[in-house]
């Protein structure tokens, strides 16, 4: 429900008319559509362009999934590939347990490492030039 509120002070004034505009009808239906047909060669582009960018779209979602560009069999692709660990680490200026552990495992947790090569070297404290055993993973 709505209420209009009405101010006497307030002067009403009338929006001025607006001119309608002149209605032109339009030729239309089945008849103008087949008059407004494009020649066939368009058809044709058209279809090309699609089917192009349809083989694009196809040939990169494979990219994007490995599935085009494997060399070697599948069972070598899907083996991990596991980095060399240092058997010792020296200690550099400004080292601590942390860096160094990041050094070797550039991503990921590091907090088990960090406990690995305390327990390994006798300690969380390092001075420089000391050689860290790296224990295995």
Same mark, same amino acid.
């Given at each position: 429900?709505?209420?209009?509120?009405?101010?006497?002070?307030?002067?009403?004034?009338?929006?001025?008319?607006?001119?309608?505009?002149?209605?032109?009808?339009?030729?239309?239906?089945?008849?103008?559509?087949?008059?407004?047909?494009?020649?066939? =060669? *368009?058809?044709? %582009?058209?279809?090309? /362009?699609? @089917?192009?960018?349809?083989? +694009?779209?196809? $040939?990169? &979602?494979? !990219?994007?999934?490995? =599935? *085009?560009?494997? %060399?070697?069999?599948? /069972?070598? @692709?899907?083996?991990?590939? +596991?980095?060399? $660990?240092? &058997?010792? !680490?020296?200690?550099?200026?400004?080292?601590?347990?942390?860096?160094? /552990?990041?050094?070797?495992?550039?991503?990921?947790?590091?907090?088990?490492?960090?406990?690995?090569?305390?327990?390994?070297?006798?300690?969380?404290?390092?001075?420089?030039?000391?050689?860290?055993?790296?224990?295995?993973?």
């Amino acid at each position: 429900m709505a209420a209009i509120i009405h101010l006497p002070h307030t002067p009403h004034v009338a929006p001025a008319p607006s001119p309608r505009p002149h209605l032109v009808v339009i030729d239309g239906g089945f008849e103008a559509a087949l008059r407004r047909r494009q020649p066939a =060669a *368009v058809y044709r %582009r058209r279809r090309a /362009a699609v @089917a192009a960018a349809a083989l +694009v779209l196809v $040939v990169s &979602a494979l !990219v994007a999934t490995g =599935a *085009v560009g494997q %060399r070697g069999s599948s /069972a070598a @692709a899907s083996t991990p590939v +596991v980095e060399a $660990v240092p &058997a010792a !680490v020296v200690v550099g200026p400004g080292d601590t347990l942390w860096s160094i /552990a990041r050094s070797i495992q550039p991503s990921g947790d590091v907090r088990p490492l960090v406990d690995a090569l305390a327990d390994a070297n006798g300690g969380a404290a390092v001075r420089v030039g000391q050689r860290l055993v790296v224990p295995a993973a």
